[in-house]
């Protein structure tokens, strides 16, 4: 399962825990509680076509949709997108929370990491309509 998330925090340093949000209802929430796990893959600029396409109703679900991407499997058996900037391979620590249209669930960190020189490939935000470091 892959999907693009509408937020995402850091929560505590320790233990490690993290905050995921997305849009319920929704395939990716149901997946998080039922799989348990997942990982956040944080994209480098020239990833935004991958970003697209995992945000893309038209693509193919579940184990499907990494057949043309390259990736491996973390720890938890979630997959780790190669070229990805970083990523944290993540466990569930507590049951969703289901409020209007969004599903929190925090997760505690197994794994994470960065590729040497990532920094370079994030995107660059905007802020009132240009461009920021």
Same mark, same amino acid.
């Given at each position: ?8 925090? =850091?929560? =505590? ?12 209802? =929704? ?21 935004? !076509? ?14 499907? +949709? ?29 049951? !969703? ?6 599903? =929190?669930?925090? +997760? ?24 920021? !470091?």
């Amino acid at each position: 399962m892959a999907m693009t998330a509408n937020a995402f925090s =850091s929560v =505590s340093l320790d233990p490690p825990l993290v905050l995921v949000c997305v849009i319920y209802p =929704s395939e990716g929430a149901n997946h998080i509680p039922s799989n348990g796990c997942f990982a956040v893959n944080i994209l480098a600029a020239d990833q935004e !076509p991958i970003s697209r396409y995992f945000a893309s109703r038209d693509r193919p679900r579940g184990q499907d +949709a990494f057949g043309e991407v390259a990736h491996r499997i973390g720890k938890s058996g979630s997959p780790i997108l190669d070229g990805a900037a970083g990523y944290l391979d993540c466990k569930l620590h507590s049951n !969703p929370t289901r409020r209007a249209t969004t599903s =929190s669930s925090w +997760a505690r960190v197994l794994e994470l990491g960065f590729i040497e020189g990532a920094t370079r490939r994030l995107p660059r935000r905007r802020l009132q309509g240009r461009q920021r !470091p």
